[in-house]
């Protein structure tokens, strides 16, 4: 099936309109009319060849929410009509250790949404800045938030995942003290969800011009890191930092601020390394610099029903497919409060 696509030629080349083919629904898949598709950093990341390896043409957008439009034979977790999401994963192994546990972002087949290869035209998976997908059903979510808030919905499918799966997996909740680095599409989430989860959170900015804004997404203190005095208080006080910054930085800044045997868990993923950490400062103290990759599907159904729950959704800024070249540059500058969703309707 012929369908319109908004993604970029080159990595030098703006994002533009192209028509791209979608697999008609094999037995175990779900065909989806996508209504929008949130806008992550890593999609610039990739678009603009910053990664090494983006096959072009690049068809970016892993934050997919829209409406079931067919259903092939053998499908029995979603039907025409239902509200879904498909997040960073179109497809894995299905049968080593990882998938067996529903950590299926760590296998080492997994398929991702775009830039993976694939046996459909033309060779590697295309995302969600496109009308519609067709993926298999293992890898489709149900959404059972309110269909008015499903533009807001679509960041969690990467942001709420990404930032949701470490804050579960290192235990933030009540009694824990929480640091998120970088509020953005990523931490702006990271702060309501460790909020959400009971945890006293600490929200670090660049950016003065968020202190406010953190406050009210949830966090206990905002922290604004360019300030020697408000970091050195907070030295040795937090269980886990989640750090989501897009950019190389001093980490050791921020090893500095955990207890004894705290993490400093790395979801951002910049272009170029950071430099290098003390190693004193973690073997003091036992402390560790982890990482973390996106989240299972299993856990990604739980964080959308546990934020339709709790009433939680991204805050966000809808654009026309036509503004996302501007929506990168708005985002380098760290101008987005807190992520770009593209109503699909307008490519
Ligand atoms: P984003 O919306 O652009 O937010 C990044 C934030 O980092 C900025 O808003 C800014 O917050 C802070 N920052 C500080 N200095 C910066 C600098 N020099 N350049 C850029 N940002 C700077 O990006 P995002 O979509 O949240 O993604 C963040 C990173 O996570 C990206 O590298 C992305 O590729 C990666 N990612 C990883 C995974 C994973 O599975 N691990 C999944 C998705 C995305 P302040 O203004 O508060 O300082
Ligand atoms: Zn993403
Ligand atoms: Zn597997």
Redesign the pocket.
């Known amino acids: 099936m012929h369908v319109l696509a908004y993604g970029a030629h080159a990595g030098d080349k703006p994002l533009e309109p192209m028509q791209i083919t979608r697999r008609e629904p094999g037995p175990e898949d779900v065909q989806i009319a996508i209504a929008f598709c949130g806008v992550?950093?890593?999609d610039l990341?990739q678009a603009r060849a910053e990664w090494e390896g983006t096959l072009f043409p690049c068809v970016p957008g892993h934050e997919i929410v829209g409406r079931v439009t067919a259903v092939g034979s053998e499908v029995t977790t979603a039907k025409r009509g239902d509200l879904v999401g498909v997040g960073?994963i179109v497809d894995s192994c299905r049968h080593c250790s990882e998938c067996n546990e529903g950590l299926e972002?760590y296998c080492d087949s997994m398929t991702g949404t775009y830039n993976f290869p694939t046996p459909d035209a033309p060779g590697h998976t295309l995302g969600g800045y496109a009308q519609s997908i067709v993926v298999h059903q293992r890898y489709v979510l149900q959404i059972r938030h309110a269909e008015d808030q499903l533009a807001a919905v679509a960041p969690l499918l990467?942001?709420g995942i990404?930032t949701w799966s470490p804050l579960r997996h290192w235990g933030a909740g009540p009694g824990k003290k929480v640091g998120v680095?970088?509020?953005?599409?990523?931490?702006h989430m990271g702060v309501k969800l460790a909020h959400a989860l009971g945890a006293e959170v600490v929200?670090?900015?660049?950016?003065e011009s968020?202190r406010a804004d953190a406050l009210a997404l949830g966090a206990d203190q905002v922290v604004v890191?360019r300030n020697a005095d408000e970091m050195a208080a907070q030295a040795g006080s937090l269980d886990f930092i989640l750090n989501?910054?897009?950019?190389p930085?001093d980490l050791d800044a921020y090893v500095s601020l955990l207890k004894r045997d705290g993490t400093l868990a790395?979801?951002?993923?910049?272009a170029s390394p950071h430099p290098s950490s003390q190693v004193m400062n973690l073997i003091l103290k036992r402390r560790s610099i982890a990482?973390?990759?996106?989240g299972g599907i299993a856990e990604t159904q739980e964080m959308l029903d546990f934020c339709a729950e709790h009433g939680i959704v991204a805050d966000i800024e809808q654009i026309r497919a036509d503004e996302v070249n501007e929506a990168y540059e708005r985002?380098?500058r760290?101008d987005?409060k807190?992520?770009f969703v593209i109503d699909t309707s307008t490519i």
């Open positions: 992550c950093h890593s990341h960073c972002n990467c942001a990404t680095v970088g509020i953005g599409g990523l931490g929200a670090f900015t660049t950016s968020k890191s989501t910054v897009a950019a930085h790395l979801v951002g993923a910049p990482g973390s990759m996106i985002m380098l760290g987005v807190y992520r």
